[in-house]
């Protein structure tokens, strides 16, 4: 499985971005996905994730009310839509897949490269 992450860019303070995963390969569907995101000096961290039905979501604690991740089987893509965006958002976010559900990026088999998300005061 490979995955491309898209849909980043620049957006001031309180403007939304709408991320997206897609995968190619076989099996995308029965994968738990997740998103994380490094910024310039800081490590790593957990953004959100969603189990391979969909059924599924948990958000870092400082996305939970502006963030909302899905994901359409179908299209073999995963979304992540951030609302209110605010400067300390701006970082690479990743995208991985792997078959357990959690937030830990190491659990994953599968990693994307990353997307630029910048958002200016």
């Known amino acids: 499985v490979q995955l491309q992450a898209s849909g980043g860019g620049l957006v001031q303070a309180g403007g939304s971005l709408r991320l997206s995963c897609a995968a190619s390969?076989?099996?995308?569907?029965?994968?738990?996905v997740g998103w994380f995101r490094q910024a310039p000096g800081k490590e790593r961290e957990f953004v959100s994730a969603?189990?391979?039905?969909?059924?599924?979501?948990y958000y870092g604690d400082t996305m939970k009310a502006r963030f909302t991740i899905s994901r359409d089987n179908a299209k073999n893509t995963v979304y992540l839509q951030m609302n209110n965006l605010k400067p300390e958002d701006t970082a690479v976010y990743y995208c991985?897949?792997?078959?357990?559900?959690?937030?830990?990026?190491?659990?994953?088999?599968?990693y994307g490269q990353g997307t630029q998300v910048t958002v200016s005061s």
């Open positions: 991985a897949a792997g078959r357990k559900y959690g937030s830990s990026w190491e659990q994953n088999d599968y």
């Open positions: 390969g076989r099996g995308f569907s029965s994968y738990a």
């Open positions: 969603i189990h391979w039905s969909g059924t599924g979501t």
